[in-house]
């Protein structure tokens, strides 16, 4: 009964290569969130999928930035040409509907040198 | 205002005693709240959830919810060392289907 799957754990880059995140849900759970937290500082939405669709992606930045949650594998939130400022941990939550309950990933530590 | 605001802390409580988090939020047709454990440098844990006014218990947890102060709080008795960490609530705002976070609350247990 595996929870929430985040990998890589962690992520090195250099600027201006892509970095790929992957979420694997609970099982049965549709809705995935990607949250952002910087040291010290809160977790920031990022964007709400549900499978197939992008419901809000009001948290997520316009350029560089994208995710997807396909009908069959992973949720997968892309940086391209990422730069020092996207260097924070990438959370994923899962949950069976808007209402109910969230679960997270362990997170994706990405630092970008 | 915030959406969901929390006092940032860092709350300080003596061990034995009961520690008491605060939150409020923006939007009184709110439906699902949390309260979520981070401790540094881990994920979000989900601790308690409360759908509907009044108080629910779990262990030395106890959420309450007020709609009409749109408030939530948590209670901590008996406060253990291992309770140290950021304390996150989270609500489900009306008309938005996105969890909204607080920025968290810091609380530090002292022995």
């Known amino acids: 009964n595996a929870g929430v799957m985040q990998n890589p754990r962690h992520l090195v880059r250099r600027r201006g290569q892509e970095a790929r995140l992957r979420c694997s849900p609970v099982?049965?759970?549709?809705?995935v969130y990607w949250y952002r937290q910087l040291p010290e500082e809160g977790l920031k939405f990022m964007v709400y999928l549900q499978k197939e669709n992008i419901i809000d992606e009001s948290g997520m930045p316009k350029e560089r930035f994208s995710a997807e949650f396909p009908k069959e594998g992973p949720s997968i939130l892309r940086i391209q040409q990422v730069v020092r400022g996207d260097s924070a941990a990438y959370f994923c939550a899962s949950s069976q509907s808007t209402l109910e309950k969230a679960f997270f990933g362990q997170g994706t530590r990405l630092t970008v040198v | 205002q915030k959406e969901v605001e929390q006092n940032s802390g860092p709350l300080s409580v003596p061990e034995g005693a009961i520690a008491s988090l605060n939150c409020t939020y923006s939007?009184?047709?709110?439906?699902?709240f949390f309260w979520y454990r981070q401790y540094s440098g881990k994920s979000p844990e989900l601790i308690m959830s409360?759908?509907?006014?009044g108080d629910k218990e779990d262990g030395r947890f106890t959420a309450q919810l007020n709609k009409a102060s749109q408030y939530v709080s948590l209670l901590i008795r008996d406060s253990q060392p291992s309770d140290s960490a950021t304390y996150l609530c989270?609500?489900?705002?009306?008309?938005?289907?996105?969890?909204?976070f607080g920025t968290g609350t810091r609380l530090t247990i002292i022995p």
């Open positions: 409360i759908y509907s006014n």
């Open positions: 099982k049965g759970h549709s809705h």
């Open positions: 989270a609500v489900n705002l009306r008309g938005n289907e996105k969890l909204t």
């Open positions: 939007d009184r047709g709110s439906q699902s």
